[in-house]
T-cell receptor, first 112, second 111 residues
């Protein structure tokens, strides 16, 4: 069956360090992969989209990689700040419908 | 710019009652979605609509119905609520690029 895996344990890092979150998938042939940020009590907010033929995408302090051989995406936040503390969700779109399916998310906590 | 508006933001409901969660968008997006989010289970798709007049079932459609009479509105109805439908419900729409825009959620408690 199709599965999207994100680390269920919270990632704790010090301010200024690079945070790296992982999204692994099985039994998918995604056309694209997205990352969202979700704050407590709020709806998810779109951050980045990377397509199957792209290896890397950047936006300000954010970088996403997409390795279709390893079936993995890495999401990096450089020079992390306490304001980056949130839950980060990955989502895959595949097949004809392109409706994204979400992972369970990983909580990031950046300590001052 | 409102984006996606959901109502109510929170509701406590007796089991067996009928409930409609409202969702309105002002971005003229063709596609709209309803997800539920439960602790430990993440976001799961309930129903979707690719365009006005069409709807489809997602991963967990049982006990829910939707309609899409026009582009802007996509209400979700629980015909007879059960406690397992206690959840946070998110409505979303997407543009041609595939980016989803979410509302702030409707927190529903069924007793």
């Amino acid at each position: 069956s199709q599965k999207i895996e994100q680390n269920s344990e919270a990632l704790n890092i010090q301010e200024g360090k690079t945070a790296t979150l992982t999204c692994n998938y099985t039994n998918y042939s995604p056309a694209y992969l997205q990352w969202y940020r979700q704050d407590p009590g709020r709806g998810p907010v779109f951050l980045l989209l990377i397509r199957e033929n792209e290896k890397e995408k950047r936006k300000e302090r954010l970088k996403v990689t997409f390795d279709t051989t390893l079936k993995q995406s890495l999401f990096h936040i450089t020079a992390s700040q306490p304001a980056d503390s949130a839950t980060y969700l990955c989502a895959l779109g595949s097949g004809g419908s392109y409706i994204p399916t979400f992972g369970r998310g990983t909580s990031l906590i950046v300590h001052p | 710019i409102a984006g996606i508006t959901q109502a109510p933001t929170s509701q406590i409901l007796a089991a067996g009652r009928r409930m409609t969660l409202r969702c309105t968008q002002d971005m003229r997006h063709n596609a709209m979605y309803w997800y539920r989010q439960d602790l430990g289970l993440g976001l799961r798709l309930i129903h979707y609509s690719n365009t006005a007049g069409t709807t489809g079932k997602g991963e967990v459609p049982d006990g829910y119905s939707v309609s899409r009479a026009n582009t802007d509105d996509f209400p979700l109805t629980l015909a007879s609520a059960v406690p397992s439908q206690t959840s946070v419900y998110f409505c979303a729409s997407s543009d041609a690029a595939g980016e989803l825009f979410f509302g702030e959620g409707s927190r529903l408690t069924v007793l």
